[in-house]
């Protein structure tokens, strides 16, 4: 009578390798996410200026002195100018002085560019409110000083007979009031005044591509079926996405179906990659697809901070990516109409065409095809 043999268990070396490999992964993750958050710091953040030559240089400098290279003060001729800056992405916000010392101070921002450049700007607002209260309070104390010494002297001439000049009627004696005022010319929607729902419309976006890319990739087989399924899904999941973010969620601004095709075509150019990664290099090609979109592209995306606020040139190589091209399509789309947008469809465009024609070769495919002809039973 046999018995059945005993399964073979794993070596030791084995399983604790595996345990130390994975709790690496889990720490590359983690840098992965945190690393572009806990590195970000402000440089050369574009913000326009407007106003006479003396008080430019006189921010000029005190930006110089307090921002620490953070701000990168633009000069502009007038109050429009500093605006269509703005409205096409080329600033942050803008500083308008006015031609006199008594003309309030007028800042420009756009909390949909950037929430965190937004909160610079109001502190910078106060920093000026805050300047303008103590020069007033120095002009007024100087005032009252002035007026208590022509008393004096119209006292001493009056007790020593003579005709005393009298002083200014207090009544002329006027108190300027200069308040800033602070204008926000793209604010969040109503619906979405935090911009919470733009910001995480990114992930689903990145996970729905990979998602689709990786799933094409192990059950369709043949290149054509694939891209026929990336096509196919991108597109109705672009309307899925669209539907939900801006009818329901009211995340997004602007023309529906723009935005529908901005999503589709991210979540295609993301899928588009994954497939073709399959099938140029197997399934290995579908893991470096997936840890380069999540672990590397999502992160130097942009879409939670500015891209000046990521390291040089790591926020450049994100906007070149398919996660950071969608997120600034989708937050022009939605804030700033009046932005070049060719950019990131461009961008989009050529991920997605690159990766359906590398689909199209799949020559990890073919290869496992060949591997897997089983010959004919010889004839007895």
Not at 23 to 31: D, K, N, P, Q, Y
Not at 95 to 102: E, M, N, Q, R
Not at 122 to 140: E, N, Y
Request: glycine share 10%; hydrophobic share 50%.
């Amino acid at each position: 009578m046999s018995t059945a043999s005993a399964p073979s268990r794993t070596p030791w070396v084995r399983a604790i390798a595996l345990g130390v490999g994975l709790s690496l992964i889990v720490g590359g993750i983690l840098l992965a996410f945190a690393w572009p958050a806990l590195t970000a710091s402000a440089k050369d953040l574009p913000v326009g200026i407007v106003g006479p030559d003396a008080s430019v240089a006189q921010i000029e400098k005190a930006v110089g002195e307090k921002a620490d290279g953070a701000v990168d003060l633009i000069r502009y001729d007038d109050r429009d100018a500093a605006v269509s800056a703005i409205e096409h992405r080329e600033a942050y916000g803008a500083i308008v002085l006015g031609d006199a010392p008594t003309d309030a101070p007028e800042v420009l921002k756009a909390t949909a560019a950037s929430s965190q450049v937004a909160g610079v700007l109001d502190g910078l607002a106060a920093q000026l409110q805050k300047q303008i209260d103590t020069q007033i309070r120095t002009q007024v104390e100087q005032g009252v000083q002035q007026l208590q010494t022509a008393m004096g002297e119209a006292l001493k001439a009056a007790m020593a007979g003579q005709k005393p000049q009298l002083p200014q009627a207090p009544g002329a004696f006027e108190i300027p009031t200069v308040t800033v005022v602070v204008t926000d010319l793209a604010p969040y929607a109503d619906s979405d005044a935090q911009g919470i729902g733009l910001t995480v419309s990114l992930f689903p976006m990145v996970i729905g591509g990979v998602l689709g890319g990786v799933l094409l990739s192990l059950t369709v087989a043949g290149a054509w079926r694939r891209i026929a399924g990336v096509l196919v899904y991108s597109a109705s999941a672009g309307l899925v996405l669209t539907g939900i973010l801006q009818t329901w969620i009211g995340a997004l601004l602007g023309d529906f179906w723009a935005n529908a095709a901005a999503i589709a075509l991210t979540i295609a150019a993301i899928a588009s990659t994954v497939t073709a990664l399959s099938g140029l290099l197997g399934r290995p090609g579908i893991a470096l697809g997936a840890v380069s979109m999540i672990l590397f592209a999502n992160p130097l995306s942009a879409a939670n901070v500015p891209v000046e606020f990521l390291l040089d040139p790591w926020g450049t190589i994100g906007q070149w990516m398919p996660p950071g091209a969608g997120a600034t399509l989708l937050r022009d789309l939605s804030y700033f109409p009046d932005a070049d947008i060719s950019f990131p469809w461009l961008l989009l465009g050529c991920w997605t065409v690159v990766g359906l024609l590398l689909t199209s070769l799949d020559p990890a495919g073919r290869r496992s095809a060949r591997t897997e002809v089983v010959p004919a039973p010889a004839l007895v």
